[in-house]
Structures are given as C-alpha cells and as structure tokens.
C-alpha cells in the first residue's frame, strides 16, 4: 500500500492558477503510475491526469487539455498538478491516486491507493 497526502487545494478566482501536490510514502514511489482524479458534488469521479512511473506520456481528458500539467519527482516521492486558467466548472475535490499495475487508464476502479483530497474552488 501507498499513503498519498495532497495539499495545495483553496479558493482561486477564475482564470487563476493553483498547483496541487501529492506526497507518498510506503511502497516505492517509483515504481508506479499516478494519476488525479476529481469529485465534485453530485458527481461521480472523474480522471484529471495520468503520468508513468518514469515521468513520460502524461495524458489528460479534453476537459483540461492545455491547463493543466501533471508532473513528478521521484527523489522527492511528490507528484503534481499545475492548475491554468481555472473555470467555475474545476471545482470539486481533487485526488492523488496510484494505480494498479498495468493500469493506466480513466477510471477509478484502476486505482490501488487513493489520497484524502483536497478541495479546489474557483469563483466566478
């Protein structure tokens, strides 16, 4: 198991930035795939941001295509979530999530460990 804890979560108005940070510790953070999903009321989860274990082929949903960046630092054991030009629309609670082994996809039932959140809000 991985115990992810984010931070970096608050109240941004639109069109500002917010970067999100998720730290691991337990298993080795290198050898997994992580990810960020996001829940916002009423909805169901929903995947942000995926990058592999080496930091290449990140990738993300059409929704924040261009905003938003997922990165990491394996020395570090940190993974990130640079948030642009937030919407109304972002708002909801953002999770850090390591996936299974050999998943690496949008949905939530590929994740082992999932962090406690964090909330993002952006005011119009």
């Known amino acids: 198991q991985v115990q992810l804890v984010e931070s970096g979560g608050g109240l941004v108005q639109a069109g500002g930035s917010l970067r999100l940070s998720c730290a691991a510790s337990?298993?080795?953070?290198?050898?997994?795939?992580m990810g960020w999903f996001r829940q916002a009321p009423g909805k169901e989860r929903e995947f942000v941001a995926a990058i592999r274990w080496s930091g290449s082929n990140p990738y993300y949903p059409d929704s924040v295509k261009g905003r938003f960046i997922i990165s990491r630092d394996n020395a570090k054991n940190t993974v990130y979530l640079q948030m642009n030009s937030l919407k109304p629309e972002d708002t909801a609670v953002y999770y850090c999530?390591?996936?299974?082994?050999?998943?690496?996809?949008?949905?939530?039932?590929?994740?082992?460990?999932w962090g406690q959140g964090t909330q993002v809000t952006v005011s119009s």
């Open positions: 999530a390591r996936y299974y082994r050999g998943n690496y996809g949008h949905g939530p039932n590929e994740v082992g460990d």
């Open positions: 337990g298993r080795t953070f290198s050898n997994y795939d």
